[in-house]
Structures are given as C-alpha cells and as structure tokens.
C-alpha cells in the first residue's frame, strides 16, 4: 500500500519535437505503435481513431493499455526528465492519452481486468494550488494506476475516509507552500489513528517539501516531479 505527494516544477519552452515510440515495440509499427506516436504527437483524435482501430482488429483493452499506451507515457516521462519536453508538453500529451483511456475503461472494467494499483491523491488542508498534483494524477494514470483525485484543501479526515472507502495502495499528498505543508505530518497522524498506516506508504512532494522533511514526519519517500512519482510509486508497489 503507499501513500505520493509531489512537486511538478514547472519549466516552459519551445515545443520539442515528439519522439518515436518504434524501438520501443521491436522496429515493426503496428496500430499499437500508432497509439503511442500519436500520444506523442499530441494528437488525442487520432489516439481515439487508432484505439478504435485496435479493437477492430482484436486487440484486447489491455493489450492497448499495455502495448500502446504506457510505453509512450513512460516516453513522455523520460523525455521531461531529459528537458526535453515541458509542462504544457505533457499535458498535451495527457489529452491525447485521455482520449483512449475514454474507450478502453468501461471495457477493462468489464473483463475485469486488475488496474496496478490505487492512488489517494490532493492537496492539504488550506493549499489551493492543484497543477502538479493533476499532472501527477494524470501520469499515473496513464502507467496503468487507478487514480482518486480529491483535488484542493484536503482535511486529514478527508484522506483517511478517501484511503477507508477505496482500499488505495498510494496516497498522494502536496503543498506548495510552507504555511501548509505542516498540515502533511497531520494526515500522517491520522493514517496512524486511523490503523490504516500499516497498509499504505505516505510520499510527499511540493515546491518547500524535500526529502530530509518526508523522512522527518514518518513518510516514505519523496518525488520532485510527476516522472519521478510514477518510478517512486512503481518502485514501492512492487
């Protein structure tokens, strides 16, 4: 079980040009490889279009999920990392993903096909700044995990009825401000009062967080991005 908060610095510039998702299928392009190169082409009627196609063709849910759609946000996220890409990137990248995962969902649901995992995700009580945990939210859920956005202003009571009622793997937590991430160690308390702290992992993140304070308050980890979130959460659910 696990708990992610993190900070997404925010780095704005030219638009990269999107790379090629090929090698990562073997060198042959297939509609899978079409899914992913229109992901990183930002071009989220196509995703739909491919992904449609895909089906049509007898391709499971999953196998697009898995084939087509996480290989090109794993890109995504090592592109950002590589400043390559930026925020506005990203997101754009996130849209056309959406636009898949519009199709696929009712029908992993159906076959009843386990997601990776569970993920709590917000801001803390008085923090009213959510870019960076929607970008958070939004690659995590493009790596194949159930996502739980509470969005701004979160209580502590808020978090431990979110992690009571969804079973989650991961709560995410941040704060961009000093005034409000001493509201962090305050869920962290209540997970523990609660008896659910043995079942998740708490990671933190934000612009003033930093790994020395997630050690400091009892949590588990820290990412400073939204590609360093999905590896920490990769890393603790495995």
Request: glycine share 10%; aromatic share 4%; net charge negative.
């Amino acid at each position: 079980m696990v708990a992610v908060v993190v900070r997404i610095v925010c780095r704005w510039g030219k638009r990269a040009v999107p790379g090629s998702v090929e090698k990562a299928y073997g060198g042959t392009m297939t509609v899978l490889n079409e899914i992913g190169e229109s992901v990183l082409a930002y071009q989220p009627k196509k995703v739909e279009e491919y992904t449609q196609r895909a089906l049509d063709e007898g391709n499971t849910a999953a196998e697009i999920l898995n084939g087509g759609l996480i290989p090109a946000m794993d890109m995504v996220g090592k592109k950002y990392e590589a400043s390559e890409i930026y925020v506005p990137e990203m997101l754009m990248a996130a849209k056309a993903m959406k636009a898949s995962l519009a199709i696929l969902r009712p029908i992993l649901a159906e076959a009843g096909v386990a997601s990776k995992g569970t993920i709590v995700i917000g801001t803390v009580e008085g923090d009213l700044h959510d870019i960076g945990q929607n970008l958070v939210s939004i690659m995590l859920e493009g790596a194949g995990y159930d996502v739980v956005n509470l969005g701004i202003d979160n209580t502590k009571d808020v978090f431990v009825t979110a992690v009571k009622t969804s079973d989650a793997d991961v709560v995410a937590m941040s704060a961009l401000l000093t005034t409000t991430m001493i509201r962090m160690p305050e869920v962290v308390e209540g997970l523990l009062a609660a008896g659910l702290r043995d079942q998740v992992k708490i990671i933190i993140g934000g612009a003033p967080v930093t790994e020395e304070y997630a050690m400091q308050i009892g949590a588990d980890g820290y990412a400073n991005d939204a590609a360093a979130a999905v590896t920490l959460v990769r890393k603790l659910l495995d």
